[in-house]
């Protein structure tokens, strides 16, 4: 109840619907059995959608039923001419859910027209809603499903190219169809003749272990290996494995030269926002060598003597400690052109300097470029202080913003103007001076208008934080004047009260002793 289609891009096996289609799948099962399928083209694919095979001719015109097969070999006519060409439209529809799925295995009625099922079929490439078979406003009648996939062919035909027809540019064909269970026992009437026909030898079941003797029935020792179908009419084009060959050899080395490019881009933007490069786009030196494994009692002079003989301008600078000044063990080179570089490369690898063996290889170090994006930076630090300095000079004068200038010769300009300036504010009839503030005489009335306000805003402030303070000493000087005075009534007060008590008992003691005098 299985089938496995052995294609160009990879194997398919199909779980058929037998108890829900059982005529179709016995048809595309003895179809397989007969070797019909061998070398069938995929002649239409549609994105997103499905594509379409088992059409012997190539361009969806072509097919027929095993029983339509059987009749033109017996009767030697044109399949097309035969009677019995094609089966009924009977079998299971497929479901809502089911159109919108992957794998789905689906007869083909020629043209849409009913009872016109041959040995084409489609097979779904994609799934989801407006996927596959979903919307298109037809019946469709169940063969199977797609139950393995492991190289992904399904999805290998949706990505292929197509031409306007929906053919692809790269031929994908069914090598071999393969049955892995037939539950039909009853072949259709004189199809040996088929098989005759088609060189297909099946085995016999002593060639079998006893357990498989019921696959003699669909097994084959030897089946015919073509590169089309006799029937086919369509151009044949590059097929998917001579493509994929020649794709893999130059594509391969597009996509690693493009990938190590973007590695190196995307990390040197990142050193650049990090602040670790001035610019992404800076590359290291093409005339610099780096050279290691140095022997520490090496110095500068006789590294460049010894480069010297490549080129005389050549200059060798050893990396040292900065606290200790001993030597790293490695240098860096700088030629003055690139050819005296690769010949140094070429000759100094592996030599040996001071009974030691050296490595050369190119330089990858910024740090010369680095050094000067810095000191650049430092400069215009710099710059930016002296206009600050500037800055506060001239305000001191009372000179306008426009005026300002960093260099210091317009400084010493205005200066020996300064000094030049007589008491009435010209130098001579020829020459006369002309103060900045008449200049902007506007401006300077309105900054001295500026200045006599924030004067008397001053005092204002002064006045009323001096008043405020006064009226504040004031005040506590009053309230401690209040609370002394009402802190003397209360005493007094206490020492009257304690008087008239102490007199009080003592007249009530003297009337009590005169009573019991009395008595």
């Known amino acids: 109840m299985s089938l496995l289609l052995e294609t160009s891009l990879g194997d398919l096996i199909i779980d058929l619907d037998v108890e829900g289609s059982p005529l179709l799948c016995q048809n595309i099962l003895k ?56 089966i009924k439209s009977i079998g299971r529809k497929l479901t809502r859910d089911e159109l919108k799925e992957k794998g789905r295995v689906a007869a083909i009625e020629m043209a849409g027209m009913q009872d016109t099922i041959g040995s084409q079929f489609m097979i779904t490439i994609d799934s989801g809603q407006d996927r596959a078979l979903d919307g298109t406003g ?17 999805g290998k035909i ?22 892995l ?47 089309k179908p006799r029937e086919e009419t369509v151009e044949i084009r590059i097929s998917t494995n001579d493509a994929m060959a020649e794709v893999d050899a130059e594509t391969e080395k597009k996509r690693t030269a493009e990938m190590a490019n973007k590695e190196e881009n995307s990390n040197a933007v990142m050193l650049e926002m990090l602040g670790d490069l001035p610019s992404a786009e800076l590359k290291p030196p093409e005339n610099v060598l780096f050279v290691c494994k140095l022997n520490p009692a090496t110095d500068d002079e006789d590294l460049t003597l010894i480069f010297s003989r490549f080129d005389q301008n050549a200059k060798a600078e050893i990396i040292r400690d900065q606290e200790t000044g001993d030597s790293l063990q490695y240098a860096f080179v700088e030629f003055d052109t690139e050819a005296a570089c690769n010949e140094a490369y070429f000759k100094m690898n592996n030599a040996l300097i001071d009974d030691r063996r050296i490595k050369v290889d190119f330089s990858q170090s910024v740090s010369k470029e680095w050094n000067r994006y810095a000191q650049r930076k430092r400069g215009v630090r710099q710059d930016f202080r002296s206009l600050d300095h500037t800055k506060n000079a001239y305000r001191s004068n009372r000179q306008t913003m426009s005026q300002l200038h960093v260099d210091h010769e317009a400084m010493n300009r205005s200066q020996s103007r300064h000094k030049e300036k007589t008491h009435d504010n010209y130098r001579s009839e020829e020459q006369p001076y002309v103060d900045r503030r008449d200049r ?20 204002r402030r002064s006045r009323s934080r001096s008043s405020s303070i006064s009226d504040g000493k004031t005040r506590r000087r009053k309230d401690r004047r209040r609370r002394h005075d009402d802190s003397e009534r209360k005493s007094k007060k206490r020492h009257k009260s304690s008087h008239r008590q102490k007199k009080r008992r003592y007249r009530s003691r003297s009337r009590s002793r005169s009573r019991s005098k009395s008595f």
């Open 31 to 86: 179809l397989a059995k007969a070797r019909y399928y061998t070398a069938s083209l995929v002649y239409n694919v549609v994105e997103g959608r499905y594509f379409q095979t088992g059409d012997p001719v190539g361009d969806g015109s072509g097919g027929t039923s095993i029983y339509g097969l059987v009749h033109a070999i017996k009767h030697k006519i044109d399949v097309k001419k035969c009677p019995n060409r094609f």
């Open 138 to 154: 037809r019946d469709y009648f169940s063969i199977g499903t797609v139950a393995e996939d492991d190289t992904d062919v399904l």
């Open 158 to 179: 949706n990505a292929l190219y197509c031409d306007k027809t929906g053919r692809p540019y790269a031929d994908v064909r069914i090598i071999k169809a393969h049955i």
């Open 181 to 227: 269970d037939d539950p039909f026992l009853d072949d259709p009437v004189d199809l040996n003749l088929v098989l005759e026909q088609n060189n297909v030898k099946l085995m016999d079941k002593t060639d079998l272990p006893p357990q498989f003797n019921e696959c003699a029935r669909w097994l084959s020792s030897a089946s015919p290996s073509v590169e």
């Open 440 to 459: 902007n005489s506007n401006r300077g009335r309105e900054r001295e208008g500026n200045d006599r306000m924030r004067r008397g805003r001053r005092d």
